[in-house]
């Protein structure tokens, strides 16, 4: 059974500051992985996919890695900001052309002016 | 244009009674999707539908019931409400698997008293 863990669980960082944030799955038989962020109240956007055979994914100030044999993925905020205060959750798709999506609980990050 | 909506937002209703929520893409996807946001944030998939078929039932009581019209609705009826329904419902759809990236509307919250 595929299980998807985020650690840490909250983090709170000075502004400007670099950071990463850990998800790591049980099972690397996966389609891809989506990292998403969730505002208090709201539903979630989706940030990044990365398909199972590529490394990483970019999108402005966000870089997404996985290793798939691992079973790790980060995702690297850099020169942090108040805005991207939110709660981040990584998602993998089983493999074998499931729909289904197995969430992690999700890291949520504080960023302090 | 907002992507995939739902109604209502939010949702108090008394213990026994029926409810819906309704759910809406105008992407042009196959899938779509019932998830549950728990009180610890915790987010699981309930149904998947593609192309107006159900093709994932993730052991949900048979007091919800989906309904897909047409492959652009996908609506969540609940008879006999319990307290223990009460969480956030995310409805979400998502393009051919080749591509697979989730788009998730902003939830709808229930409360059942």
């Known amino acids: 059974k595929q299980e998807v863990t985020q650690i840490p669980a909250a983090l709170s960082v000075p502004e400007g500051e670099n950071l990463v944030l850990n998800c790591s799955f049980t099972?690397?038989?996966?389609?891809?992985l989506q990292w998403f962020r969730q505002d208090p109240g709201k539903g979630l956007t989706s940030l990044l996919l990365?398909?199972?055979?590529?490394r990483e994914q970019t999108s402005g100030r966000l870089n997404a890695s996985l290793d798939k044999s691992s079973g790790r993925s980060t995702l690297y905020i850099a020169a942090s900001q108040p805005g991207d205060s939110a709660t981040y959750l990584c998602?993998?798709?089983?493999?074998?052309?499931?729909?289904?999506?197995?969430f992690g609980k999700g890291t949520k990050l504080t960023v302090n002016p | 244009d907002t992507a995939v909506s739902q109604t209502p937002k939010y949702l108090v209703t008394q213990m026994g009674n029926d409810k819906s929520i309704k759910c809406e893409q105008n992407l042009g996807h196959d899938t779509m999707y019932w998830y549950k946001q728990d009180s610890k944030k915790f987010l699981k998939i309930m149904f998947s539908y593609n192309n107006k078929e159900l093709i994932i039932n993730e052991t949900v009581p048979n007091r919800f019931s989906p309904k897909s019209p047409d492959k652009a609705h996908l609506n969540l009826h609940i008879n006999s409400l319990e307290l223990g329904d009460s969480a956030v419902y995310f409805c979400?759809?998502?393009?051919?698997?080749?591509?697979?990236?989730?788009?998730f509307g902003e939830g709808s919250r229930l409360t059942v008293l």
């Open positions: 998602a993998v798709r089983l493999a074998g052309g499931s729909e289904k999506l197995v």
């Open positions: 099972d690397s038989a996966i389609y891809n």
């Open positions: 979400a759809s998502s393009p051919p698997r080749a591509h697979g990236e989730l788009f």
């Open positions: 990365i398909q199972s055979s590529q």
